[in-house]
DNA sequence: TTCGGACTCTTTATCGATACAGTCAGGTGT
DNA sequence: ACACCTGACTGTATCGATAAAGAGTCCGAA
C-alpha cells in the first residue's frame, strides 16, 4: 500500500509536509505544495482512515439504529439524515436493531467504542427502566418514540396530540365506532400506549364510548399486521365506522384487509394513518395521515449531534417534540 | 479514556495478556482471565476500533453504495444485505449516490481509503465507459442494473428475461396495445435500455405490434413519474390495454394516474411491475410484478465479497445473473 | 535424568497519520 | 547591532491495539 512516507519520499520532503498539504495547512509554500500533490497523483496515494481516524480520535461517522430499513418511515428518515450529515462531511452508518432491545444496547456500545462520533438512536425496544444505560460519553440523540426524560438528547412525536388530532378528524368526519390498530408488545410508556392515550382522550372529550372490542393489538407494525388486524375486526362481527391506525404502513395494510372483506373506505370506514409517508400519497384511496415533520426531526437531530460533536458542553438535555398537521385525504373524505 | 494498558495494569498482566482474552486466545488461565474481565469490568474499558482496524489493516464493515435508500427496492434489498453481513460479523456502511455518478466514483474512493473491507455497489450512474475505473484492489461487488463485463464481479438482473416474461403475461392475459413506462436518462445500456429490449422481443415474437406512442420515458423512477406517465398517456388518447413499468415503485405511481383518470386496472388496462417489493402485495388491486429474487441476490453479494475478504485471490471476476419468476396478482387478472 | 512440547505470559515492533516542539533563514523594529 | 518575529519546514513521540517471537514452567515419555 502507499503510504505518506512514500509519498514524502517521493516528493523530497518530510511526512508532516504532506500532511500538512492535504489538511490546507496554509504556510506551505505553492512550489512544494505542487510537488506533493503531483507524487500523490503519481503514486495514487490515499489516506488510510483508519489510522487517521486513531490519531485524531474522531471518525467523522454518525451511527442511526432503526428497527428496520424497509420499513418506509425509517428509510424516509435514513434518507434524510444521511442527506443532511454528509453535507456536513459525515458519513452515516446504519445498524438495523429489529426493535430489540439487546440490539439497541449493542449499538450504543459500538459508540462506546469511538466507531462513531455520535449515535442517532430510533428507540423502540428501550424502555424507561434503561435510563441509566443512557447516560454516555458521547453525543446521542433519541429518537421518536417512547418518552425517556433521560440524560440524553431526545426528539419525540407528537404522539397523545396527534393522535387526537386524527381520532377528533374522525368524529368530525361523522365516524363513531372508532377502532384502534397499535402495538401489542412492550410495557408502558411506548409509541402503542401513548397513541392510545390520545385516541382514548379524544373519544372522551367527543363524548364516544370507548369500546375496548375495538381495540386490535398486533405483534409488528406492518402491513402484514395491519392486514390481519382488519380482517380480524371485520370478522369479529364488531360494528364500526372508522380505524385510528398507529402508522401509516399499518394503515396500507389495513386497507388491503377491509378490500379483501369488501369493506369500503370512505364509504363504509374512514381510515387514517400516523407518518405521511410517501406511499400514502399514492395509495388508492389515498391515505389520510398525521405528519409530524419529518424534515423537521431529521435536521433536529443531526443538528443537535453536531454540535455536541463541535464541544457544545453548556448543552444540557432537552426533550424536543415535532410539530405535525393532519392532513385529510380520500381515505376519510 | 481507558485504555488496555489501564486494564493491564489494574489486571497486573501485559497488554497482550488483555487482548489475549479479549479475542478468545484458548492459552490464558481462568484465573488470570477472571482478573483481567474483572477489571474490564470495573474500569469500564472498551476497545478502541480505530486502533484495531489501523493494527489489523481490515475494519469489519461492508460499504453498500445505493442511489437512495427511501426506495423501497433499496431498502428491501439494503435490509437483507444488513442482515446476512451482521451475521458474518460485519457492519454495512449505506452511501447514497443519488444515482449520480459522481458520488458513485466517491464512494468507490472511499473504499480506496480503507474504509470498508469490500463495497457492494448498486451502479445506475455509471456506465460501460467507466469499466476501467472499477478496477480497484479490494473486492467489489456490482449489483443490478447496467451490464459492465468489466473486471469486477456482477450480479445483473434478469432484465430482457423479465420483461419479456412480464410483457408475454399480459399478452396472454388478452392485451394487445402494450405501453411500457420506462427511464429515459443516460446512454444504453442501462436497465431501461435493457427491459425495453425484453419488451419488443415479447411482442415481436407474439406478432404484436410496437406503437412508439406507447413508450412513455420519464425522468426519475418514482411514485411521482409513474403518476404523471399514466396521465400523459390517457390525456394523449392512445388506446391501450397494458402497461409494462420498470419499476413496482412505478407501477404503483402508474396506477394511481389511472385511478384517478377513471382507468379502471385490471378491467381497462393491465399493469405489472418489476421488483417484487412487498407494497405490491398489499396494494389495491394487488401488484403483478417479476420477482428477481432478492434474497438470491443479496446472499450471493455478501458471499462473493466475504470470500474475497477471506483471500480467496483464486477469484475470476464473473457475471451472473438472478433467477425470476412472474408473480400473476390481480393487476393483470 | 533429560528432552520435547504444551501452557501461560511478556517483550518488542509496528500499523499510518498527526500534534507538538524545534530548527533555520530571512525579515522588522529600535 | 541585537532581540524578536514569522514562514516554511523537519524530527519524534504518540494514538491503542495486535502479530510474532521469546521466555519461563511444568509434565510425561524415552
Redesign the pocket.
Known amino acids: ?1 502507499v ?3 512514500d509519498v514524502a519520499k517521493a516528493a ?6 504532506v ?2 498539504v ?2 490546507h495547512y ?4 505553492d512550489e ?1 505544495r505542487d510537488r506533493v500533490l503531483r507524487a500523490i497523483d503519481d503514486l495514487g ?4 482512515v483508519a ?2 481516524n ?4 474522531r471518525t467523522n461517522t454518525i451511527g442511526f439504529a432503526v428497527p428496520e430499513v424497509d420499513r418506509p418511515y425509517f428509510g424516509q428518515l435514513a434518507s434524510r439524515i444521511i442527506a443532511r450529515a454528509s453535507a456536513a462531511g459525515y458519513r452515516v452508518v446504519i445498524e438495523q436493531t429489529g426493535a430489540d432491545r439487546e440490539n439497541e444496547l449493542s449499538a450504543i456500545v459500538s459508540s462506546r467504542n469511538r466507531m462513531y462520533d455520535a449515535l442517532i438512536l430510533s428507540a423502540v425496544g428501550l424502555g424507561t427502566a434503561d435510563r441509566e444505560l443512557l447516560r454516555v460519553d458521547f453525543p446521542m440523540v433519541i429518537l421518536g418514540e417512547t418518552v425517556f426524560e433521560g440524560p440524553v438528547d431526545h426528539i419525540a412525536l407528537p404522539n397523545v396530540e396527534g393522535t387526537f388530532a386524527a381520532t377528533r378528524h374522525l368524529i368530525a368526519r361523522g365516524s363513531r365506532r372508532i377502532a384502534i390498530v397499535e402495538g401489542n408488545d412492550s410495557l408502558p410508556p411506548n409509541v402503542s400506549s401513548l397513541r392510545h392515550g390520545g385516541y382514548i382522550r379524544a373519544l372522551r372529550e367527543s363524548g364516544v364510548e370507548f369500546d375496548p372490542a375495538l381495540s386490535i393489538g398486533i405483534p409488528e407494525l406492518t402491513l402484514a399486521g395491519g392486514r390481519s388486524a382488519a380482517e380480524r375486526l371485520v370478522d369479529s362481527g364488531t360494528a364500526f365506522d372508522g380505524i385510528v391506525c398507529i402508522t401509516d404502513t399499518v394503515a396500507l395494510g389495513v386497507m388491503r384487509g377491509l378490500a379483501d372483506r369488501g369493506v369500503r373506505v370512505p364509504e363504509d370506514v374512514r381510515v387514517i394513518g400516523f407518518d405521511a409517508i410517501e406511499e400514502g400519497e399514492y395509495s388508492i384511496p389515498r391515505l389520510s395521515t398525521v405528519d409530524p415533520d419529518h424534515d423537521e426531526v431529521a435536521a433536529l437531530a443531526v443538528d443537535l449531534v453536531l454540535r455536541r460533536i463541535a464541544g457544545d458542553t453548556e448543552w444540557q438535555p432537552r426533550e424536543f417534540v415535532s410539530s405535525f398537521r393532519v392532513v385529510a385525504r380520500e381515505s376519510t373524505a
Chains 1, 2 share one sequence.
Open positions: 500500500m503510504t505518506m512516507q523530497g520532503v518530510s511526512t508532516m509536509t500532511s500538512n492535504l489538511n496554509p504556510h506551505v509554500r512544494t496515494y490515499r489516506v488510510n489510522a487517521r486513531l490519531r485524531a480520535g
